[in-house]
């Protein structure tokens, strides 16, 4: 049984359009590296086919995992996102009591975290804290150095 990919309708286009890039644009240009790479003879000496040979593998395995995530997708539709409670697809505005500073995460399927976007993962330590709890609770966080504690302060889709 797959897992399922939980993501936004913002994540499926995003994987969708990483999908049609990487069968139209990319295995052409690994198809045509192979064929050059050829040019130059004796393949078993030949540093420049053994790259092609890598990438091209190595974009068809991302093929096959991103076709596995979209058979397997289960979008999130904005109206079915609460704001009394945090769930995946809400950004949530918590307030860190140990860096005593506000910060917002939107919590997102594994499939689309992104922690530079501040896109966290319903499955990370401080979005599968935060999941299900309301505006005004402070919730614990276990991570790796201890305990933290947020506060969460507005909850928006």
Do not use: C, W
């Not at 936004?8 to 198809?31: C, D, F, I, M, S």
């Not at 590296?33 to 053994?50: C, H, M, T, W």
């Not at 999130?76 to 950004?91: A, F, P, Q, Y």
């Not at 499939?111 to 614990?140: C, R, T, W, Y």
Request: glycine share 6%; charged share 35%.
């Amino acid at each position: 049984m797959a897992k399922q990919t939980i993501l936004t309708y913002e994540g499926l286009k995003k994987l969708e359009e990483e999908l049609e890039y990487l069968k139209t644009v990319k295995r052409q240009e690994v198809a045509e590296r192979i064929k050059q790479a050829r040019a130059f003879g004796d393949l078993s000496e030949n540093s420049e086919y053994d790259e092609a040979k890598n990438e091209q593998a190595f974009v068809e395995g991302r093929i096959a995992t991103l076709e596995a995530m979209l058979r397997n997708a289960k979008v999130i539709d904005e109206d079915d996102i609460t704001l009394d409670k945090v769930s995946i697809g809400s950004t949530v505005k918590v307030y860190d009591e140990d860096l005593g500073e506000e910060v917002e995460y939107t919590i997102v399927g594994s499939a689309e975290a992104d922690p530079s976007q501040m896109k966290i993962s319903d499955e990370s330590p401080v979005g599968k804290a935060l999941l299900g709890h309301s505006v005004g609770e402070v919730v614990n966080v276990e991570v790796p150095d201890g305990i933290i504690k947020m506060k969460i302060l507005e909850i928006r889709r």
